[in-house]
């Protein structure tokens, strides 16, 4: 099961947004509303900031939002701040799961 | 506030076993599926094995299947992972998450390192 596919890495200025694409196939992104996105800052445990492609976790800031079309799904971080510098990983289930490499968000 | 602390990694040599643990806190534990997700150096995350609430499925990545064992006691509030036979490839960061469903995991433990050596 070969893992999903993301840009290495993406960057933006403060108040700019950026999209991460995470492109699968037809057997995990295209087959299952069941994406999932994870924002992990070096040495802290990872943080589910999307799931079920679009939703929300209580407490994650609106910047965040997830779609998907086909095979790609992708997570967009609108008004970006200085604290959204971290790796941002999505996973599919796809019996069972697989994650993307994960892409290094930089703010400039 | 929900909490999860891995515990037991350390430095072992090929072929050698090693057992993790993981100390759940704030939440009721016997209601969730649980996983262990790693994490190799300079690599992305990788899902390893996730049980059922109450211990009755479990399920795991091929490259730790007969090798690995996930299990839980709920009544100690902890999920564990039993490695043996283990292989440098399996050099990595190893996390405890709490399932909320279809392997999305919606809380994470800060992880414990498993190196694999000689």
């Known amino acids: 099961q070969s893992a999903l596919t993301q840009p290495a890495s993406v960057s933006g200025s403060p108040g700019q947004s950026i999209t991460i694409s995470c492109t699968g196939t037809s057997s995990d992104v295209g087959r299952y509303n069941y994406v999932s996105w994870y924002q992990h800052h070096p040495g802290k445990a990872p943080k589910l900031i999307i799931y079920?492609?679009?939703d929300r976790p209580s407490g994650v800031s609106n910047r965040f939002s997830g779609s998907k079309s086909g095979n790609t799904a992708s997570l967009t971080i609108s008004g970006l701040q200085a604290e959204d510098e971290a790796d941002y990983y999505c996973s599919s289930y796809s019996a069972p799961s697989v994650f993307g490499a994960g892409t290094k968000l930089t703010v400039l | 506030e929900v909490q999860l602390v891995e515990s037991g990694g350390a430095l072992v040599q090929p072929g050698g076993s090693l057992r993790l643990s993981c100390a759940a806190s704030g939440f009721t534990f016997g209601g969730y599926w649980m996983s262990w997700v790693r994490q190799a150096p300079g690599k992305g995350l990788e899902w390893v094995a996730n049980?059922?609430?109450?211990?009755?499925?479990?399920y795991y990545v091929d490259s730790v299947k007969g090798r690995f064992t996930i299990s839980r006691d709920n009544a100690k509030i902890s999920l564990y992972l039993q490695m043996s036979s283990l292989r440098v490839e399996d050099t990595a960061m190893y996390y405890c998450?709490?399932?909320?469903?279809?392997?999305?995991?919606?809380?994470w433990g800060q992880g414990t390192l498993v190196t694999v050596s000689s």
């Open positions: 049980i059922k609430e109450d211990g009755s499925q479990k």
């Open positions: 998450a709490r399932d909320r469903g279809w392997l999305q995991h919606d809380s």
């Open positions: 079920d492609v679009s």
